[in-house]
């Protein structure tokens, strides 16, 4: 055979064929459907668990919003809208919105700003940085229940230990959570405290993550400690700042334990959150329908807030 029928040869060899595409592209799927298979069978049990705990939850509050029931919890008729025409109309929405606004201005920028203070200066200290670190830390092991009950001794207005050093202050006690103007100021008191620690824990670790030669370079170029803060930490910190936000606003809207435990929403109404209206309608009041629309309408909100933040608020994070 020649050398150019051997070059023929080889290049009609050498030239995949229509059958072996096809071979080729059925191999291709077979092995994409058994990964997605394996992907789905480790996936299996923890999409069992979002589809009993979250999905059929929300599906059931969707229809529970649209129908009117008995104190037993069972459906007694379809009203269509009507429950989220008497939210609105009632102001049971907006109160419950004011109140939750205002308890979150409260609690979420004095937790983060003092957990932000707080890291920032332990975290070039040489000694007793650790010490430091398990005190702040501290209220983050407590339950929202076990802090609730010592707070509220701490509250009580004449055995408590706030108004004894006031006392010896020589100022008047104060009535934490008897009065409407200083209950809902209390019970933010007790919850920066107590988020003080996951924010704490959060923003030394992102202290941490930031390399040291960007503040020895902004040394030499004589940079003071503020000038750092404000153009090295605050920038490589944001991404870290924007998670604590997002994650304080959310808690703070779904906050109900400590409020449920020092003033059951009272006085007049003054702490009144919207988790907490949502709880007294469909559990005090066995409302489970308009509780059922005032959870659609907190969960809508909430996604709001998210998405605002989401789409204009990430733009100032500085990603490395």
């Known amino acids: 055979m020649s050398e150019l029928d051997n070059q023929l040869s080889l290049a009609i060899h050498g030239k995949p064929t229509a059958a072996v595409t096809y071979n080729r592209t059925a191999s291709l799927k077979k092995m994409r459907f058994r990964e997605n298979v394996l992907a789905y069978t480790f996936l299996a049990p923890s999409l069992f668990l979002f589809a ?12 529970l919003s649209l129908h009117s029931t008995d104190p037993t919890g069972q459906v007694a008729a379809y009203v269509g809208l009507d429950n989220f025409k008497e939210l609105f109309s009632s102001g049971l929405f907006w109160n419950g919105m004011k109140v939750t606004a205002m308890f979150s201005l409260l609690t979420v920028p004095t937790s983060i700003l003092l957990a932000l203070l707080l890291a920032a200066l332990t975290h070039n200290l040489r000694w007793g940085k650790r010490g430091f670190q398990f005190a702040f830390s501290l209220p983050l092991v407590l339950a929202v229940g076990t802090s609730s009950i010592i707070w509220k001794f701490l509250f009580h207005p004449s055995l408590g230990m706030l ?10 006690p104060i009535p934490w959570l008897v009065s409407p103007e200083w209950a809902l100021l ?10 003080l620690g996951f924010n704490y824990i959060i923003l030394s670790s992102g202290l941490q993550g ?11 170029d004589g940079a003071g400690a503020v000038t750092m803060f404000r153009i090295i930490t605050m920038p490589l910190l944001s991404p870290t700042l924007f998670f604590v936000v997002l994650v304080s606003i959310i808690s703070a809207f779904q906050s109900f334990g400590q409020i449920n435990i020092l003033t059951s929403g009272g006085p007049m109404d003054s702490t009144s959150v919207f988790v907490f209206s949502i709880f007294q309608e469909s559990f005090i009041n066995f409302r489970f329908g308009a509780g059922s629309t005032q959870a659609l309408m907190l969960f809508l909100v909430i996604l709001l807030l998210t998405y605002i933040q989401f789409k204009w608020v990430e733009r100032k994070v500085h990603y490395q």
Do not use: Q
């Open 52 to 63: 009993i705990f979250l999905f059929y939850p929300i599906l059931k509050s969707v229809y």
């Open 163 to 172: 108004n004894y050093f006031l006392g010896l202050a020589g100022v008047a």
């Open 186 to 195: 209390s019970v933010s008191l007790m919850t920066v405290w107590m988020n």
């Open 210 to 220: 930031i390399p040291d030669e960007l503040y020895e370079s902004a040394k030499i």
